[in-house]
T-cell receptor
Framework: DTEVTQTPKHLVMGMTNKKSLKCEQH?????MYWYKQKAKKPPELMFV???????INESVPSRFSPECPNSSLLNLHLHALQPEDSALYLC??????????????FGPGTRLTVL | QQQVKQSPQSLIVQKGGISIINCAYE??????FPWYQQFPGKGPALLIA?????SEKKEGRFTISFNKSAKQFSLHIMDSQPGDSATYFC????????????????FGTGTLLAVQP
């Protein structure tokens, strides 16, 4: 298995809802990432996990809560989001954090719409 | 110093032509420079990457040229095809500047490439 999968593909939620995004990889990668991408913009890093520990939090609002239950799985819990949080949420993984093993492979993304 | 500047913003090339996208950076601590290709509604796909100790890397029709002294790098797509129509992002990795191995990528603003048949 050489891909990063993300579910759901599309999500519509209200501002009072609680939902979760899921990301999975079975490539044995030990680093996983969440990015946010607005239309016609580059991906923006949100969180980095290395060996299931949070390595980077790019000052993301607390309404986004990441979780890494094991080395293959990464979740993003969403609560009390705002309409401006609507975006494509991308997950990525890499074998490690340095050198050639740092090459990041992206999933297809979850298109989130907040009403 | 954390920016990567990418140009042009959009590019139209005839089928069979050469597409050239340029990027420039300031931070000399960047240690890895990948290019990503993204189709509408899809995640970015790693296309090709280069380290700063290499001046050129070629994979099929895609070539990265790297000029360390000028702090510039570019993507050349030879024999461009309509299937190459996508958005291309250059990126640079933070390296030592970020106090250790964080693998943070700084992306350029993207180039929308259209290859006309």
């Amino acid at each position: 298995d050489t891909e990063v999968t993300q579910t759901p593909k599309h999500l519509v939620m209200g501002m009072t809802n609680k939902k979760s995004l899921k990301c999975e990889q079975h490539m044995g990668h030990r680093a996983m990432y969440w990015y946010k991408q607005k239309a016609k913009k580059p991906p923006e890093l949100m969180f980095v996990y290395s060996y299931e520990k949070l390595s980077i939090n790019e000052s993301v609002p607390s309404r986004f809560s990441p979780e890494c239950p094991n080395s293959s799985l990464l979740n993003l819990h969403l609560h009390a989001l705002q309409p401006e949080d609507s975006a494509l949420y991308l997950c990525a993984s890499s074998r490690g954090l340095a050198g050639e093993v740092g090459e990041q492979f992206f999933g297809p993304g979850t298109r989130l719409t907040v009403l | 110093q954390q920016q990567v500047k990418q140009s042009p913003q959009s590019l139209i090339v005839q089928k069979g032509g050469i597409s050239i996208i340029n990027c420039a950076y300031e931070n000399t601590a960047f240690d890895y420079f990948p290019w990503y290709q993204q189709f509408p509604g899809k995640g970015p796909a790693l296309l090709i990457a280069i380290r700063p100790d290499v001046s050129e890397k070629k994979e099929g029709r895609f070539t990265i040229s790297f000029n360390k002294s000028a702090k510039q790098f570019s993507l050349h797509i030879m024999d461009s095809q309509p299937g190459d129509s996508a958005t291309y992002f250059c990126a640079a990795r933070g390296g030592r500047y970020y106090g250790g191995a964080t693998n943070k990528l700084i992306f350029g603003t993207g180039t929308l490439l259209a290859v006309q048949p």
